[in-house]
């Protein structure tokens, strides 16, 4: 079952605009990380956040975590032809740490010049 | 510093046939893991390992068998492949604690006729 839940599915912009993209969960974490994907690659860390931290910054990339919503989303600021990729979530699983992580769906972003 | 590497990277079986993802990792990883990516599943652990000697299951294990026999190696088994069992399949590994970013192989996509 899908722990993380990613909206939107699906996203367009121009470049030099922002991009934000929304994680959900469902149980309690201690960390949520980002990933990205580009087309037919594997996953590239991105950004960890833990449970007592409500926002991290690196470079280009402005990550946030609600707990008490049980959400977290990933800003993309100054958007790049290069950001276009798909972006995941992950969150652990029930034994709560990163052995078994839970990936959401995934949010597929177009960046166009 | 090659990575996570795996082979091989596209690869067409028939229903019944056997055969063996090979995956490496040169950074003394303790964790690897073993993914398959599915369009609109995605990512789903099959197997994980937490060091020589130690394997367990994942969210989607059957049909898949996996050994560790050194720190660097960690093979996908399958042993009579079926179309279901076609997908995109990812070696990930990851340093020691129980956070921390997963590494992620470029892939391999597996088609089962």
């Known amino acids: 079952s899908q722990q993380g839940e990613e909206d939107p599915q699906a996203l367009s912009i121009q470049e030099g605009e922002n991009a934000t993209m929304n994680c959900s969960y469902k149980t309690s974490i201690n960390n949520l990380q980002w990933y990205r994907q580009n087309s037919g690659r594997g996953l590239v860390h991105l950004i960890l956040?833990?449970?007592n931290e409500r926002e991290k910054h690196s470079g280009r990339l402005r990550v946030t975590l609600d707990t008490s919503k049980k959400s977290s989303s990933l800003l993309i600021t100054a958007s790049r032809a290069a950001d276009t990729a798909s972006y995941f979530c992950?969150?652990?699983?029930?034994?709560?740490?990163?052995?078994?992580?839970?990936w959401g769906l995934g949010t597929s972003l177009a960046v166009n010049p | 510093n090659a990575g996570v590497t795996q082979t091989p990277k596209f690869q067409v079986l028939k229903t019944g046939q056997s055969m063996t993802l090979q995956c490496a990792q040169d950074m003394n990883h303790e964790y690897m893991s073993w993914y398959r990516q599915d369009p609109g599943m995605g990512l789903r652990l099959i197997h994980y390992?937490?060091?020589?000697?130690?394997?367990d299951q994942g969210e989607v294990p059957n049909g898949y068998n996996v050994s560790r026999s050194t720190t660097e190696d960690f093979p996908l088994r399958l042993l009579s492949a079926a179309p279901s069992q076609t997908s995109v399949y990812f070696c990930?590994?990851?340093?020691?604690?129980?956070?921390?970013?997963?590494?992620f192989g470029e892939g391999s996509r597996l088609t089962v006729l």
């Open positions: 992950a969150t652990p699983g029930l034994s709560g740490n990163n052995r078994k992580l839970i």
């Open positions: 990930a590994s990851k340093g020691q604690g129980q956070t921390g970013e997963l590494f």
């Open positions: 956040i833990r449970s």
């Open positions: 390992s937490v060091g020589a000697g130690i394997t």
